[in-house]
């Protein structure tokens, strides 16, 4: 499958073409929270895909036919499916491919998870698992994670200095094979935040050769 | 199913005991869109039900357990589970329970499904603005913002060709997005549908659902409850009772 080091498209360049059989593209941008969550998944369920970075500042006009309005990410599959929201495409994900279910199959845990990811940002009360959904890492671990990757990168990583069960948790995240493969050098990182806010069109491509 | 035109329960009242086998509870509010949603698939899928009435005015101590947020719907069962956010509670009964599945078995059609949801989402704050208006010259911003809302779903079902949002037959986001539209005439709110023929078609086909009819108040009782309701009355969530 393709890697995520591909230069972002940007006004001008030509659509790709339809998305070959036994593949599934996702429309992506190296450093989008968002679009991370389903890059997880896709990385977590060993599903074979490809992805096309998107220039977020200056955006292609093709891509409005993906989504109306040029957000991140869209899952294209090789029938001319669309699926966008990040949380949707990781739902549809799960759903759509064989192997590893990352959402659990009893229908209150499923629920659970939901109203967790509703209430991410409001409730920090969770059991005393490793992870959010019992002892493996599955749905709603992957949901969070993007956030709490950049708290070191924004400057706020003291925010879970008084909570030491969700450094524990952060700590474990760390340890995943799919967290790690997907993990982007913090150096990268500020690069990117510095030229992003700089408004520079060439943020998305910081780190590319 | 006990409960659903019973007196609201408020500050000072006895918790309820736990849900008998068998049963699952919801607890509600009578004129409540959110609820609605919740009260249309237990009914639709003909799940066996309790409602306790929240006087959301006035709530009472313990409801706070079963919701931190303290919002209604809340679905209980008798393993004492709790299950909240009116759209998770639509997509919980649904899994757990047999009979006529309300959404698709199909992974696509099942994320077509909550795409359309998604693109309702701005509709309830929009009406909850409308109705905490002040000054009733304010709201033409408003009117045209839902009449924007209402094109986005008009041309879903222009695009569809089909009569309901999930295909020929009534599914769950029809049940969904329903409250809202139920709610525009008590709203004075009917002209938002003036250019939106195919939604107003739908409406009405929504009206002739058994589910959807056995669920239904009267524009009379949705203009009581919101005058009272504006008030901060704690006797809105109970009027007509």
Redo the contacts between chains.
Sequence with gaps: MSGDATKALGKGSSAPGPVPEGLIRIYSMRFCPYSHRTRLVLKAKGIRHEIVNINLRNKPEWYYTKHPLGQIPVLE?SQC?L???SV??C??LD??YPGRKLFPCD??E???Q??LS??FC??LDYQNTTFFGGDCISMIDYLLWPWFERLDVYGIADCVSHTPALRLWIASMKQDPTVCALLTDKSIFQGYLSLYFQNNPNAFDFGLC | MSGVSARSLAKGSAPPGPVPEGLIRVYSMRFCPFAERTLLVLKAKGIRHEVININLKNKPEWFFKKNPLGLVPVLENSKGQLIYESAITCEYLDEAYSGKKLLPEDPYEKACQKMIFELFSKVPSLVTSFLRRQNKEDCSGLKEELHREFSKLEEVLTNKKTAFFGGNSLSMIDYLIWPWLERLEALELNECVDHTPKLKLWMAAMRKDPTVSAVLIDVKAHKGFIDLYLQNSPEACDYGL
Excluded: S
Aim: zero cysteines; aromatic letters at 14%.
């Design positions: 599959t499916q699926i966008y929201e949707i495409a739902e549809y759903d759509a229908p209150y499923r629920a659970r939901k109203m509703e209430l409001k409730i």
